[in-house]
């Protein structure tokens, strides 16, 4: 309705300055044809031009901020607040700029504007409000960790929210973790000894800390194995037996029942040892197991049973 409001008056316009120029008067003596002239250029140039959001920015993503916005006409394109765009020209249609800014911090006041080839200008647009970060977080590890089985358990700080990423022959359980300090379980994937295992911290404006090496971890998750060699003749007259058994590891061992060892440590291989018995009588509840240094326990090896008969002590 306004395109036929305009061309209507413009059709007046053209009618009237006929009109004038067949009674002898061209517009330019003629005030009245001026008036006409003026409001025509004036109709002809009053639509500014309108801008929208089309696409928010894209931020946290390495400091690259791109912002999509449409221009209803086509002009040059100016920037307000403390950052600046790729793109000074702006066409009828959809855009996608790149953003500039100098330096870390939030921005909340970024804003631009078109202006036409008639020099008027849009309302300014804002940009939605968003944070440059160009400092790697620093992540760094709280005492010593402790070996599990398979597992490595420790503390870790870091100065800023990010992502952890695991690099070498292993995994943990903490994926994402928060300003400070956090409780982590390294996995690795059997017995051995690495020295490969590193974690990085990601933030979310794509900076990576140093790696946090782990140095050397010896994983040993196997529990030893014990077998009876010589057991104890099945009859005795002494209170100090001799029994020999193997072990696949070193480590302490620990008796149950009603004899004791005279010794509390086994070598890898064969082992003799003595069983030291209280009094005459039949044993058939004596166990022994063995801790390695890693922690892991033998399942128990049954004594086989023998009757002390004897008194004789030795």
């Known amino acids: 309705?306004?395109?036929?409001?305009?061309?209507?008056?413009?059709?007046?316009?053209?009618?009237?300055?006929?009109?004038?120029?067949?009674?002898?008067?061209?517009?330019?003596?003629?005030?009245?044809?001026?008036?006409?002239?003026k409001k025509i250029s004036f109709l002809k140039g009053t639509t500014t031009p309108i801008l929208n959001h089309i696409k928010s920015p894209t931020l946290q993503e390495k400091n690259v901020i791109y912002f999509g916005f449409s221009s209803s006409k086509a002009g040059t394109i100016s920037y307000s607040g403390n950052c600046f765009g790729s793109a000074k020209k702006a066409i009828k249609g959809d855009h996608h700029i790149l953003l500039g800014v100098m330096v870390e911090g939030d921005y909340d006041d970024c804003a631009l504007q078109v202006t036409d080839s008639e020099g008027n200008t849009s309302k300014p647009l804002q940009v939605p409000t968003f944070k440059v970060d160009f400092s790697a977080p620093e992540l760094s590890q709280v005492g010593d960790y402790r070996v599990q089985g398979r597992n490595v358990e420790m503390e870790i700080k870091a100065s800023e929210t990010g992502n952890l990423v695991y690099s070498g022959n292993c995994s943990g359980d903490?994926?994402?973790?928060?300003?400070?300090?956090?409780?982590?379980?390294?996995?690795?994937?059997?017995?051995?000894?690495?020295?490969?295992?590193?974690?990085?911290?990601?933030?979310?404006?794509?900076?990576?800390?140093?790696?946090?090496?782990?140095?050397?971890?010896?994983?040993?998750?196997?529990?030893?194995?014990?077998?009876?060699?010589?057991?104890?003749?099945?009859?005795?007259?002494?209170?100090?037996?001799?029994?020999?058994?193997?072990?696949?590891?070193?480590?302490?061992?620990?008796?149950?029942?009603?004899?004791?060892?005279?010794?509390d440590k086994a070598v890898v291989g064969i082992n003799h040892i003595a069983l030291l018995t209280a009094q005459p009588g039949y044993y058939d509840d004596c166990t022994m197991t063995l801790t390695d240094s890693s922690k892991n326990q033998s399942q128990p090896l049954n004594i086989s049973p023998f009757l002390l008969v004897e008194t004789r002590l030795n």
């Open 1 to 37: 309705m306004k395109k036929l409001r305009i061309f209507g008056l413009i059709g007046l316009v053209i009618y009237s300055i006929s009109s004038m120029m067949a009674c002898g008067r061209g517009p330019e003596n003629d005030s009245t044809s001026n008036d006409f002239f």
């Open 174 to 263: 903490l994926q994402h973790m928060n300003r400070g300090k956090s409780e982590l379980t390294i996995r690795f994937p059997g017995d051995g000894q690495y020295s490969d295992c590193k974690l990085k911290l990601s933030d979310s404006s794509g900076n990576t800390s140093e790696p946090l090496p782990l140095g050397t971890v010896r994983i040993d998750a196997t529990p030893p194995v014990l077998a009876e060699i010589k057991p104890v003749p099945k009859m005795i007259d002494t209170n100090r037996p001799n029994y020999s058994f193997k072990t696949s590891k070193s480590g302490t061992l620990r008796f149950s029942g009603k004899c004791r060892g005279n010794v």
